[in-house]
Every structure is written in structure tokens, then in C-alpha cells.
């Protein structure tokens, strides 16, 4: 893997992230979903686990119903796995909870640009 490769990945990574926090910060539940794969798998504790962008949109959305926002990331990282591949994890904190990201498996999709296959947080508070 070159140095491009890695950069481009990560580049790809952080503006799927930006995109997912503005649409949860915006309200809108659509555009989060939108940054994961049809497939996706996410683990949300204590809340559960949901499959495919339909159950996550409804998780997404109720939290937005319930008045979550201002979701921010605290040092976040992000681990290059292989040249399509890379994991993020942070800390996060919103308005009404936190907690932390152990495990964002983003790929690079043909288009160039990255989603959530695996989403696996939890909320502490």
C-alpha cells in the first residue's frame, strides 16, 4: 500500500464521518444512514444491535425524536487495515449522553468514497 492509497483512504473516511455527524447534528436521520452500507451491521449499547439501513435509520431517528444532537468526537483514530479498509474509534459526547466508538469498520466503496459496514458504541451516560 502506498502513501497515496493510505492518505486517500483516510481522506475518504474522515468526510463520511463529517457527513454522518452533520446529518445527525442537522436532524437528519436519512443522511446518517446514508453513510453506511445496505448491509451494515451496528451495535448500539445498551440499546442493541440493528441490521441494514432501514433499522439503523429508525434508531438514528428516534434519538433525533428524543432531542440528541450536538454529537462531537473526542480524539478520534483511525487504524488503516488494509488498501479499502480502516477502523475508527473515539470517544463522542452529544447533549444528553456519551460514550465511546470501539469500532467503525469503514470501506471504501467503487465510487471512491467511504461507509460503515461495522458500527459497534456504546453510551456510558
Not at 63 to 73: C, F, K, S
Request: proline share 2%; net charge negative.
Amino acid at each position: 500500500m502506498t502513501e497515496q492509497q493510505k492518505n486517500t483512504l483516510i481522506q475518504a473516511v474522515e468526510a463520511a464521518s463529517s457527513r454522518w455527524k452533520t446529518g445527525f447534528n442537522s436532524g437528519n436521520a436519512a443522511q446518517c444512514a446514508a453513510q453506511y452500507e445496505a448491509d451494515a451491521t451496528m451495535h448500539a449499547r445498551p440499546f442493541g444491535t440493528f441490521v441494514g439501513t432501514e433499522q439503523i435509520t429508525a434508531f438514528w431517528q428516534q434519538l433525533i425524536e428524543d432531542g440528541y444532537t450536538d454529537v462531537d468526537y473526542l480524539n478520534p483514530k483511525i487504524e488503516v487495515q488494509d488498501e479499502q479498509s480502516a477502523i475508527l474509534s473515539s470517544g463522542w459526547k452529544m447533549n444528553k449522553a456519551a460514550g465511546v466508538i470501539t469500532h467503525e469498520l469503514w470501506v471504501l466503496q467503487a465510487d471512491g468514497s467511504a461507509k460503515l459496514r461495522e458500527d459497534d458504541f456504546e453510551a456510558l451516560s
